[in-house]
């Protein structure tokens, strides 16, 4: 079975706190995303990668960056953690080409103290 | 700016009864509309999804209705099952963008 793994289901960090979020996909799809999903929000887009050392800024980029040195390894960095950046993150992957559906991790509940 | 509105936020259903989940685009140019379904400690699964040449699909129990030139389309869960109780997302993407935008999600409780 295809699989998005996120690192870790739950964390907590305090304010300040530079923070790795790790993605892993064993699809070998080229465009992978971050979203974070808050309650009455649905899922917003923070970065996306179409290729290896290739990113791009979603609608909510400020306070974030990201990595991809390979492939299957799509990592999201909170560079100086607020409160405002408690939320559910989620990562998925797509193979490339037009249309079709992405494949999502189960999340990563992040609250910073 | 949401880019795709999604009606209702919640909604109560008897088990057996129709879920009707709306969601509405401004931008002609997508052409792909995926929903997702989300089960609580799981991320969103792709459940059905449509392009725009065809105004119905159907899987199942689940229908989507497509109408172009309202720019709306529509979830229709037939039958709803105890098992359905999840939220549901639908969504919208142009073939040359690699992103999806997603509506705020909706969350349904089906009771026996």
């Known amino acids: 079975d295809v699989k998005v793994t996120q690192s870790s289901r739950y964390l907590v960090k305090r304010t300040g706190e530079k923070v790795f979020l790790e993605c892993v996909q064993d699809?070998?799809?080229?465009?992978m995303f971050w979203y974070r999903q808050d309650p009455g929000l649905g899922l917003r887009l923070i970065y996306f990668?179409?290729?290896?050392?290739?990113?791009e800024k979603g609608d909510i980029p400020e306070g974030y960056s990201v990595s991809r040195e390979k492939k299957e390894r799509f990592s999201l960095i909170l560079e100086s953690a607020s409160t405002n950046q408690t939320s559910m993150y989620l990562c998925a992957s797509r193979s490339g080409g037009s249309g079709g559906g992405y494949t999502f991790g189960s999340g990563t509940r992040l609250t910073v103290v | 700016q949401q880019q795709v509105k999604q009606s209702p936020q919640s909604l109560i259903v008897q088990k057996g009864g129709i879920s009707i989940i709306n969601c509405a685009y401004e931008n002609t140019a997508f052409d792909y509309f995926p929903w997702y379904q989300q089960f609580p400690g799981k991320g969103p699964a792709l459940l059905i999804a449509?392009?725009?040449?065809?105004s119905e699909k159907k899987e199942g129990r689940f229908t989507i209705s497509f109408n172009k030139s309202a720019k709306q389309f529509s979830l229709h869960i037939m039958d709803s099952q105890p098992g359905d109780s999840a939220t549901y997302f639908c969504?919208?993407?142009?073939?040359?963008?690699?992103?999806?935008?997603f509506g705020a999600g909706t969350t349904v409780t089906v009771r026996a």
């Open positions: 699809m070998d799809h080229e465009n």
């Open positions: 449509i392009r725009p040449d065809v």
């Open positions: 969504a919208a993407s142009k073939s040359n963008d690699y992103k999806l935008s």
């Open positions: 990668s179409y290729d290896v050392k290739m990113k």
